[in-house]
């Protein structure tokens, strides 16, 4: 008991006669109150500060772009040949069983028509890039040269499906030797639209005129 009455004075001395408060914040607490919050752009999915997004907010009278709002017309054009080329060999494939004539007409139709829109992105669309990092350009390298085989063999593809229709008259072989050769130019162009994209979303050539040479 007398020890505890000797020690009551020392303990109050030490804490100045204040009671024990709760602890303040501490100022990482505080300097995260104060941080801005990142937030990813929807257009450019990069994390950009209010500032920079301000001329980003939505505008539903700008929702559908214009032709001229884009950087190049090259997308526009290019998912053409893809999805015609890829079909076309997969129902001339098919038709290797049945030989219907309806078939393949519609897959000359196809052909044709991915042709065209091969030809025209590559050689009438082709972007102009400026500015490329050493990786990016071995990745342009290799989506250039699957565009050219898919130019070379959907051509060569529209050939053979214009002999079996006139010439051999819907042969199984006929049909058979483009569906390979379709194969081949839906292969190719698969690989062109994988490096076109690795292109876009991982070098970051494309979006909002990026490494693109601008023409006015």
């Known amino acids: 008991m007398l020890v505890a009455i000797f020690l009551l004075p020392i303990e109050t001395l030490a804490h100045g006669g204040e009671k024990h408060s709760k602890k303040a914040p501490s100022a990482k607490a505080d300097s995260l109150k104060k941080e801005v ?17 301000a001329g980003h907010k939505a505008n539903p009278a700008k929702v559908h772009a214009s032709i001229s709002d884009f950087p190049h017309i090259h997308p526009l054009i290019v998912h053409f040949p893809i999805m015609l080329l890829l079909i076309a060999a997969g129902v001339q ?6 030989r219907k004539k309806e078939l393949n007409w519609a897959v000359t139709i196809m052909v044709l028509l991915g042709f065209v829109t091969a030809y025209a992105s590559t050689h009438w669309s082709h972007p102009h890039t400026d500015g490329l990092t050493e990786h990016a350009e071995l990745v342009l390298e290799q989506h ?27 042969k199984r072989w006929s049909i058979a030797v483009a569906a390979v050769i379709l194969i081949g130019a839906g292969y190719a162009v698969s690989m062109a639209g994988h490096y076109g994209a690795q292109l876009v979303h991982i070098e970051g050539v494309g979006p909002q005129g990026k490494y693109l040479e601008q023409h006015h």
Do not use: M, W
Not at 93 to 98: K, P, T
Not at 144 to 170: E, H
């Open 37 to 53: 919050v990142s937030t990813k752009d929807t257009i450019t999915f990069s994390k950009v500060t209010p500032a920079e997004h």
């Open 144 to 170: 250039d040269k699957y565009a050219d085989y898919t130019i070379y063999l959907s051509g060569l593809g529209l050939l053979a499906q214009l002999l079996s229709l006139f010439l051999f008259k819907g």
């Open 93 to 98: 494939f098919v038709n290797i069983l049945f």
